[in-house]
């Protein structure tokens, strides 16, 4: 068998070769499932062959890795070391900690240091190398150079060389695809984790408080249910919070029929090596583990990733998705399961990270979601082939791997800006796509291409001819005319318009354009659409209809004309008159063609009906007492479900620990998180038992309530029970018990 570097790694060697020529300490950067291992062996290896007086140390942070690189390292001397080579006996591997201990007792001086997962390079523990071995060469790799503080790498290493990135390793199938599922922003666990805020030593959410609201049983039957859904048959890593988690995660799972197994830092080594090896066979399906395989684990056939533990590392998550990412013989793709929400903090595993200015500590990567640039410009496009997910499914579909392939099929970038991007085709000429990968303006040999703010399009179809374009509207604003004469986009109450050539237009090139530059107040903005009172003695042909949610929904026409014109966010193609506004549920609008159409909040448009019926569904009469109904119906539903979800979350706050019952006189109520719920209102309080508490209003009277403060149960009972399954047991005066099922 003979080991070949693949042409990337070549070129890295090449360049850090180069590199330790000009500087004495430089950092590598190439992705989690690269062959980082065998690129820093090479490079050893060529080291050797040129110094061979010289020693090389390889230092790692934890033990595991010591272990992983020794065999890398005597595998590669086997099969690819240079007949003449000194590799084994020029080369020791040891942890940080190992080293620190013994440095009095080294007498030889390396001519190399190799550090591995060097982003864990803390300044006052590795600064002493340097301090010790001033003569001593220093070569750091990661996949992630970057650290939770914000802070860069320059007070160790000198310069940083970048592989390719992401994208480019899997269109070149060097990295499996993968599809993304994520909780729904919406969800009891995303509520749960964004009300995490405590912080542990690192900056990193406190062991403590996840444990607390997610090493629950209703969490951990959340995992299951998207593992079961997505990872169903699939062989896969799970990353939990803790030993506890790991050891419940792993319980659950079997008793569904999962052979799952948990591996932490206090598992002995000869049972991890036997379980990790039966994984490895396909005798276990699933690892659940803590931090044990997040880096250095090599298993390339891993099928999916499971991520049940919330970070604010870019580098933790990076390191756990990238074990679903190597390739392997008969797999096809990786399926992530984001059960904690990451997607929402960093983005995808394929974003485009610029590395540099981490290096240089000049960009912090913190809980928000940075712009997508270049090759990870594209969002989802198309229809899933393998992955459906079920309309009551807690999780969501983020991108498929038929997607992904999609995105990253644009690979030369001219420039980028908010929603759009300029690009070159493989024949030379340009065009503008969206961020679903549609051209927009047809390919030219255009002379130049500008994205100016606001989505205005600056180009040259010949050499002294400018023109700009509206990319929003798909329009031609004008021809021919000079640069000075830019549009400009202006906004005005959070609304943008279109200022050219006197006129202002709700990016819109319909018919309507206000002659002046409107002021704020003859504006109202609803957030997803704006309405202006045009006053004016011309009919706009659109009835104007009430809505009563008091009275159940029912709907009633007040006037022939509206004079309210109406813009909807991200509709460029119509202006329409507001018909009727159905409070939260939506809105019901007239486009310039004369049909009616109910408008969500996802600005999802239903026709329901015409100024020219052609049938009686279509009459606005029949339709509208119709659509009102069916709102309030809806809405109904909505707020009962929302309940529902507020009464769950607040159970899971209970078993927490986070609701309180407090005195104030002689009175008692409840608080949640610090806040109050129900006011001291009541002679005594039980404590809560999930979502539920026992309160006695007068002596002797007791009932139930939520601890939203709802009363489910009237203080009319001798004695109240509460059970751990939403069961009340009453016993009234007479000491007759009933079971009162309180869900």
Known sequence: MKIKLYDYQEDMKGRIEGELRLHRSVMAQMPTGTGKTYLLTAVIDSFVNGNPMEKVWIVAHRRELVSQIDETVRKFHSYFASSTSSLLSSVKAMSIQWLMRHYDEI???????????????LAKTYKEMWERFPNAKFLGLTATPCRLNGKGFTDLFDVLVQSWSVPEFISKGRLATYDFVSIKSDGVTQRLIDSLQKRGADGDYQNKEMDMLLNKKPSIERLYRSLEEFGKDRKGIVYAINISHAQKITKLYQEHGVKA???DSKTPAVERQQDIAAFKKGDIQVLVNVDIFSEGFDCPDVEFVQLARPTLSLAKYLQMVGRGLRVAKGKKNCVIIDNVGLYRVFGLPSQVWNWNAMFEGKLKVGKRKETPKDREFFLMNGEQDDIQIHPDSEMMMVMSHEELL??????????????????????GKMTVVNRQGEQVIEPGSYYDMKLLDGNILFYRPRRKTVCYYDLLARVVIDEDIHAKDAPEVITINKWEFVEYNGLFRSRTYEYFA??????????????YYLIYNFRRSTASGCQEWIYKEEDGGSMRMHKENSEKVCFLRGDHTHVYWLCADLYDSGIVVMDSHEDYYFVDSSLKKTYIGCNQPKTESENLMVAMPRLGKLVYEREMQRRKKQEEQELLLMQEKSEAGYVELYQAGKKWGVKVDGKVIV??????IAQPVGAYCAFEQIPRHWGVMTVKGKVIVDAKYEKVEIRDNGIAVVTDITGKAQTIHLK
């Open 107 to 121: 007498e030889e001086e390396p001519g190399m240091i190799v550090i591995d997962e060097a982003h864990h390079a």
């Open 261 to 263: 197994i948990a591996i």
């Open 406 to 427: 999609q995105r990253i099929q644009y690979r030369e970038f001219v420039d980028s800006k908010g929603e759009f991007a300029i690009i070159k085709l493989p024949d």
């Open 514 to 527: 206000l002659p002046f530059r409107p002021s704020q107040y003859d504006l109202w903005n609803y957030g």
């Open 679 to 684: 006011p001291p209102l009541y002679h005594s």
